[in-house]
Nanobody, 122 residues
Framework: QVHLEESGGGSVQAGGSLRLSCTSSGDISSSKCIAWFRQAPGEERKGVANIDLGDGRSWNVDAGRFTISQDENVVYLRMNILKPEDTAMYYC???????????????????WGQGTQVTVSA
């Protein structure tokens, strides 16, 4: 089983930037797709971006502000021009399916990190 650990969250003002990191360990070869999700208080967990570990293709709900990338066993989520509505707990998750199948719903992601908090003030 793959173990995921997020880092890089924090408190920033609107317009600022953060880079989140998701570090994988354990049975990394079992993962085909890594995704970032976020969950604000009282809301459901929603997909933000994912990247296929096989062919490097990625999907993104806000490509103008967010960029997902990979460097060996770390997947990054660069977030620019942050808004107060980006405030949430951010999680990374791994799927045994390629991203084209796993998508950005939570169903096919079985390994999750503990999350890192992002707070954006106006």
């Amino acid at each position: 089983q793959v173990h995921l650990e997020e880092s890089g969250g924090g408190s920033v003002q609107a317009g600022g930037s953060l880079r989140l990191s998701c570090t994988s360990s354990g049975d990394i070869s079992s993962s085909k797709c890594i995704a970032w999700f976020r969950q604000a208080p009282g809301e459901e967990r929603k997909g933000v971006a994912n990247i296929d570990l096989g062919d490097g293709r990625s999907w993104n709900v806000d490509a103008g502000r967010f960029t997902i990338s990979q460097d060996e066993n770390v997947v990054y989520l660069r977030m620019n021009i942050l808004k107060p509505e980006d405030t949430a707990m951010y999680y990374c998750a791994a799927s045994r399916f390629p991203c084209v199948l796993a998508g950005l719903g939570t169903l096919d992601y079985k390994s999750w990190g503990q999350g890192t908090q992002v707070t954006v003030s106006a």
